[in-house]
């Protein structure tokens, strides 16, 4: 019987590496709804992490990132999208209210499922984060 080709399920977590973690932590926590998510790894590191849904972000500080880790961790050279149910007028009137402007949006895109219509903000590592409502 032939063998499967191996395939991935889904994305588990993903890092990234921040000048400041406290600052991040804040920007995702008050302005995207993310859950702070301090965990200790099986050798006894201290780490913090954001969760949503089933998915986290790990944040490593710049300088001190952990091991193994990217080629060339950098603050700032991520562009994440984000799915959300929420009108993104809700989302505009919250990302105000919390003095986050929007750079662009909302204007339509091409998701992986479906056509999207996003917003795009920064977060304090001028990281492109796209919130996105599917079609």
Not at 107 to 112: E, H, K, L
């Amino acid at each position: 019987m032939p063998q499967a080709e191996p395939t991935v399920k889904s994305l588990d977590h993903l890092v990234l590496t921040v000048a400041d973690i406290a600052q991040n932590t804040r920007f995702y926590a008050t302005a995207m709804g993310m859950t702070l998510h301090q965990f200790t790894t099986p050798d006894g590191e201290i780490r913090q992490a954001l969760r949503f849904g089933n998915t986290k972000i790990n944040l490593h500080r710049q300088g001190a990132e952990f091991e193994p880790k990217a080629a060339r961790p950098t603050p700032g050279s991520a562009d994440l999208c984000f799915l959300t149910d929420l009108p993104l007028a809700d989302w505009m009137t919250h990302l105000d209210r919390c003095s986050v402007p929007i750079e662009q949006g909302p204007v339509a895109r091409t998701g992986t499922m479906s056509p999207l219509t996003s917003i795009y903000i920064r977060d304090p590592d001028r990281n492109l984060v796209e919130i996105a409502v599917e079609h």
